[in-house]
């Protein structure tokens, strides 16, 4: 069965097309980055008014792509949060619009878990049950998956996200937005061995992560500097460095605590090579597999919403005719009864 897959939770409109025996088919995707650039940051109504224009045009593109129509549609999954609430209000609006019309099912997804699941788009993908390290631009989580639909939270960021870390760091350092991939270039140029930055509550039991004593962290040891390019090569640098390592330590923490040797790694902040590398290494000292989607699926896309609404479809969970969008809506609050 084709299953669409439409995700709108914040700056990307994505859409995907996704066989349930023969894989991903096509996935397209239209970038706001250019436009929100002029303003430093998301503007949330700008990116509702956008999705609106770029969505339709993106569906016909995506089928035309893939050579079928609407009738070979068996099911349309769309990302039901969390996220900006008028921007998840288009994708979820316009999948349940054309569902009801095109007499089959749509399907809610939660967006972490989509990308929870992205890295089953590749083509050795994971087995279960593995211990997921999610990090994105609004979310950072550590979460024990047995099977799909069945997620135990084992930790969390206390403030900010990774992602979100990234980006203000990176704003400091004069770059655009979104940061966090500029500010990877940017310390390619570093000097591993000129700052020291703390590993913040690694010091203690447990396996939440507070990322915003980093950030400051940053903006005091920038300030200490003449600011030049190689200064602020190095303060990227170590931002990166002890970014990677808190996030390495409490992923090995994780996998001794549930006694898993799988670990996979998403969200746009596993784009980064430097993070990838750490993890892997890790890893390999632990003798464990790592897991991670293809660059572009760490991002944000429709093809990971496709696939995950696929696997629902497959478990038969179908729902109302009620649209649904939540701005904030916990990974552990997925299947409760
Ligand atoms: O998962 P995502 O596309 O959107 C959310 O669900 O939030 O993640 C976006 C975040 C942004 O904070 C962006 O700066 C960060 O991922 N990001 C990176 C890299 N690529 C994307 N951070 C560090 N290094 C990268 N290469
Ligand atoms: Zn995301």
Request: glycine share 8%.
């Amino acid at each position: 069965m084709y299953i669409l897959g439409i995700e709108t939770s914040c700056d990307e409109t994505g859409v995907a097309i996704y066989h349930s025996e023969k894989g991903l088919i096509h996935h397209c995707l239209y970038s706001q980055i250019a436009m929100h650039n002029l303003y430093g940051g998301i503007v949330p109504e700008l990116a509702s008014r956008d999705h609106i224009r770029k969505l339709t045009p993106l569906i016909h593109e995506c089928l035309k792509s893939s050579q079928l129509t609407k009738a070979d549609i068996g099911g349309i999954a769309y990302t039901a949060g969390p996220g900006l609430i008028g921007a998840l209000l288009v994708g979820a609006a316009t999948a349940k619009s054309l569902a009801w019309t095109w007499g089959i099912p749509a399907i809610a997804v939660h967006h972490m878990e989509g990308h929870l699941l992205a890295p089953m788009l590749e083509d050795n993908p994971p087995a279960f049950p593995f211990v997921a390290l999610l990090i994105s631009g609004g979310h950072t989580l550590l979460v024990k998956v047995t099977n799909i639909g069945q997620y135990e939270l084992l930790g969390e960021s206390l403030d900010d996200a990774a992602g979100e870390a990234f980006d203000k760091a990176a704003k400091m350092l004069g770059l655009s937005y979104p940061g966090g991939p500029l500010l990877a270039k940017m310390a390619e140029q570093g000097n591993p061995e000129r700052f020291k930055f703390p590993r913040p509550m690694t010091d203690r039991p447990g396996l939440d992560f507070s990322f915003s004593g980093l950030k400051t962290f940053t903006m005091n040891t920038l300030i200490s500097t003449k600011q030049t390019d190689q200064d602020k090569a190095d303060v990227a640098l170590a931002f990166q460095k002890a970014t990677a390592e808190t996030l390495a330590i409490k992923c090995k923490r994780a996998l001794k605590q549930t006694g898993l040797k799988r670990l996979v790694v998403a969200g746009g902040v596993s784009a980064n090579t430097y993070i990838r590398q750490t993890l892997t290494d890790m890893t390999q000292k632990e003798r464990a597999e790592i897991f991670f989607p293809r660059p572009e699926f760490c991002t944000d896309n429709g093809a990971m919403i496709a696939y995950a609404g696929s696997q629902h479809l497959k478990a038969q969970q179908s729902e109302s005719l009620a649209i649904q969008a939540k701005p904030r809506w916990p990974i552990n609050e997925l299947y409760k009864a």
